[in-house]
């Protein structure tokens, strides 16, 4: 079993440390602010207050903190990762970054002898707490089968899709389509309740149909009932990171991400009108929100 130092006790990291502990594994938390870290201590884990301390003897480092900024300040800032981890260590970046910064990251862990891998996963704090995530894998493959019995007790599947960089990439693509998805139905969902059509018959002829994705059945539920995620699942504040990481890729490798784009759109609308932290699924909220302002103003 492993000895695994684990940076970032936010609602992701909250509900997957406690499955590495149940897989045998033993947890070092580093959370930037240390209260969060110790959440995880009734759980079995131990907290370090500082990033050296926990990554002192370990075999593996998984870090699962918000965007590039956040990433950067715990591998490459003063007293990250990258001064302290010693050479041999797997080093896995969970979190959701940008394709740009990832592979700059997983240069720089190298270049001081860490074995990178990018393993982010796909499925909300509830899937993480339940051991379904799925993880989206890329590195060489020995570092891969060295990780996978840590990967194992905090998911249902590991899809190892190539080289460091490549698990990265399907998981921002991936997000696009699932942010397009939730804008869409949305704007769906807005109008049939414009068309004077009940939501709750709405939300159950999407999912019966074509059209019934997870997203459209579990979005469409809350949009018809006004009952969200609690404690929240996703914000729009992480939507729209998320789907604009996507799309400046998607548009970095020749792509295009138009779609991408006006979901994000609606996830920033929110955002301006102060519903950064609210569910995604209030999105249709959004959409009433600024019909409502817009029929003032007239
Ligand atoms: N929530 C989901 O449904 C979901 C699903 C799949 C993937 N993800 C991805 O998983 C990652 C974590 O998401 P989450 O939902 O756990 O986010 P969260 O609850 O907002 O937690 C964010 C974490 O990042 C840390 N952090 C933020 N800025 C930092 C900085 N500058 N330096 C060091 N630490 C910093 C926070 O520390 P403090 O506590 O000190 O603020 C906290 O530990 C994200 O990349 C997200 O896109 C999320």
Same mark, same amino acid.
């Given at each position: 079993?492993?000895?695994?130092?684990?940076?970032?006790? /936010?609602?992701?990291?909250?509900?997957?440390? !406690?499955?590495?502990?149940?897989?045998?594994? @033993?947890?070092?938390?580093?959370?930037? @602010?240390?209260?969060? #870290?110790?959440?995880?201590?009734?759980?079995?884990?131990?907290?370090?207050?500082?990033?050296?301390?926990?990554?002192?003897?370990?075999?593996?480092?998984?870090?699962?903190?918000?965007?590039?900024?956040?990433?950067?300040?715990?591998?490459?800032?003063?007293?990250?990762?990258?001064?302290?981890?010693?050479?041999?260590?797997?080093?896995?970046? @969970?979190?959701?970054?940008?394709?740009?910064?990832?592979?700059?990251? /997983?240069?720089?862990?190298?270049?001081?002898?860490?074995?990178?891998?990018?393993?982010?996963?796909?499925?909300?704090?509830?899937?993480?707490?339940? #051991?379904?995530?799925?993880?989206?894998?890329?590195?060489?493959?020995?570092?891969?089968?060295?990780?996978?019995?840590?990967?194992?007790?905090?998911? $249902? $599947?590991?899809?190892?899709?190539?080289?460091?960089?490549?698990?990265?990439?399907?998981?921002?693509?991936?997000?696009?389509?699932?942010?397009?998805?939730? #804008?869409?139905?949305?704007?769906?969902?807005? #109008?049939?309740?414009?068309? /004077?059509?009940?939501?709750?018959?709405?939300?159950?002829?999407?999912?019966?149909?074509?059209?019934?994705?997870?997203?459209?059945?579990?979005?469409?539920?809350?949009?018809?009932?006004?009952?969200?995620?609690?404690?929240?699942?996703?914000? !729009?504040?992480?939507?729209?990171?998320?789907?604009?990481?996507?799309?400046?890729?998607?548009?970095?490798?020749?792509?295009?991400?138009?779609?991408?784009?006006?979901?994000?759109?609606?996830?920033?609308?929110?955002?301006?009108? %102060?519903? %950064?932290?609210?569910?995604?699924?209030?999105?249709?909220? /959004?959409?009433?929100?600024?019909?409502?302002?817009?029929?003032?103003?007239?």
């Amino acid at each position: 079993m492993a000895k695994i130092a684990f940076l970032g006790a /936010g609602a992701m990291g909250q509900a997957m440390v !406690p499955n590495l502990l149940r897989g045998g594994h @033993s947890v070092c938390v580093y959370n930037r @602010s240390i209260d969060k #870290a110790r959440l995880l201590e009734p759980a079995g884990a131990t907290v370090a207050p500082t990033i050296a301390e926990a990554v002192n003897g370990v075999d593996a480092v998984f870090s699962m903190v918000i965007d590039d900024n956040a990433s950067r300040d715990v591998w490459t800032g003063p007293g990250g990762v990258l001064d302290s981890a010693a050479p041999g260590t797997l080093a896995v970046e @969970s979190s959701t970054v940008s394709n740009k910064w990832l592979r700059e990251l /997983g240069g720089h862990a190298a270049a001081k002898g860490l074995r990178f891998l990018d393993c982010p996963v796909a499925g909300r704090p509830d899937a993480a707490a339940a #051991a379904t995530l799925v993880v989206y894998v890329g590195g060489k493959p020995e570092d891969v089968e060295a990780v996978r019995p840590m990967l194992e007790p905090m998911s $249902r $599947r590991i899809i190892h899709f190539g080289p460091v960089g490549t698990g990265n990439a399907f998981k921002l693509i991936y997000n696009v389509l699932g942010a397009v998805q939730v #804008a869409a139905l949305a704007e769906s969902m807005n #109008a049939c309740e414009a068309a /004077g059509i009940d939501l709750n018959a709405a939300a159950d002829a999407f999912s019966d149909g074509n059209t019934g994705s997870p997203h459209v059945k579990r979005h469409s539920r809350s949009m018809a009932t006004g009952e969200h995620d609690n404690p929240i699942g996703f914000t !729009p504040h992480g939507r729209l990171k998320d789907t604009l990481y996507g799309c400046q890729y998607q548009e970095q490798i020749g792509g295009q991400a138009k779609l991408g784009y006006a979901a994000a759109a609606l996830f920033q609308q929110m955002i301006d009108i %102060g519903w %950064g932290e609210r569910n995604d699924s209030e999105a249709i909220d /959004g959409l009433r929100e600024e019909t409502r302002r817009r029929n003032a103003r007239q």
